[in-house]
């Protein structure tokens, strides 16, 4: 055999690196790391736009779809929006007012202890989830 060919025959047997176990655990780590910023951020991102708008961004919704849908004029959309902003405004107040009723019942019937514990789980719920904007 030839110089060569003993060269060629030993680098073909040589086996490749194999990648170090720290490389493996490092990338890991970093898709761990990206994960745990990104997923709450992307969930904010998509269950945010399920909660409640403001009033003026509903009216504004609520407006442009008759519009499109109607094929309002500008001033019968003037009066619509008007209309509809008013109500979701009274709508509102009465929401607010119906559920610190119920609230207030609820809590007539509880005890002590038990209202200590409804207060924080209200607390709770009403982080996840909270209602239209006061």
């Not at 849908?69 to 119906?98: A, C, H, P, W």
């Not at 019942?105 to 924080?120: F, G, H, M, N, W």
Request: glycine share 4%; hydrophobic share 35%; aromatic share 8%.
């Amino acid at each position: 055999m030839s110089n060569q060919e003993s060269e060629l025959n030993e680098n073909l047997a040589t086996p490749l690196p194999r990648p170090k176990r720290w490389r493996w655990i490092f990338l890991c780590l970093c898709f761990f790391i990206c994960g745990l910023f990104l997923g709450p951020i992307l969930a904010k991102e998509i269950i945010g736009h399920r909660g409640h708008p403001d009033l003026e961004e509903r009216t504004k919704r609520v407006v442009e779809h008759m519009r499109s849908e109607l094929n309002l004029t500008d001033e019968q959309t003037q009066k619509v929006y008007t209309i509809s902003k008013e109500r979701f405004s009274e709508l509102e107040g009465t929401m607010r007012k119906n559920f610190d009723r119920m609230n207030s019942e609820i809590r007539s019937v509880l005890t002590a202890e038990q209202i200590v514990k409804y207060d924080e789980w209200m607390k709770n719920k009403l982080e996840r989830f909270p209602g239209p904007p006061k």
